[in-house]
């Protein structure tokens, strides 16, 4: 999205009240968004002009975005339609089959990850990403010569499993 595109989704849900309502957009929350995206003003002289942090700012800067998508999603999944909802629910679902599908192409050794990790998941009849999720950690702090170190990376790495964007970038890494 260029900059054109981004000020005219800002301005979109900022100046129009019908759709700030709509949304739960507050005025102030359209205000700072505004002079964020469309007036380039920094975090830190907003924080400074109302008397608050920097995190605040930046949250209210991103609220009418948050917002929106949240009241869309509602629209999308609450219907009372129940043809939709049965579409939504059948495109989750082949999204989460071909993502699967994905990660089982995906081999250890093709991930960035440490070489420690990768002889762990390879003693223990790990080859694929996908086959992560079965290990059982607390099996391996009995049985296996891991420390709790490994045993922390493990698990990092089986919870970015569970992480859309974390799939991802590990798809992204290893060239799929």
């Known amino acids: ?30 205000d700072v968004c505004k002079k964020v995206f469309i007036e380039n003003k920094l975090y830190s002289e907003l924080a400074a002009s109302r008397k608050t942090n920097q995190l605040r700012i930046k949250e209210m800067a991103f609220a009418p975005f948050k917002k929106a998508i949240n009241k869309i999603f509602r629209q999308l999944y609450e219907t009372t339609d129940s043809d939709n909802k049965e579409r939504y629910d059948v495109i989750k679902q082949n999204a989460e089959v071909a993502l699967k599908g994905e990660l089982e192409s995906v081999t250890v050794d093709s991930i960035d990850i440490s070489e420690r990790i990768k002889k762990v998941l390879r003693d223990n009849g790990i080859t694929t990403i996908s086959k992560i999720a079965e290990l059982d950690f607390n099996e391996l702090k009995l049985t296996g010569n891991y420390g709790v170190k490994t045993i922390f990376e493990l698990q990092q790495l089986a919870g970015k499993l569970k992480d859309s964007r974390d799939i991802l970038s590990i798809l992204r890494k290893s060239g799929k």
């Open 1 to 30: 999205m260029d900059k054109k595109q981004l000020k005219e989704v800002v301005s979109m849900f900022t100046d129009n009240p019908i759709l700030r309502d709509y949304c739960g957009i507050t005025r102030t929350e359209a």
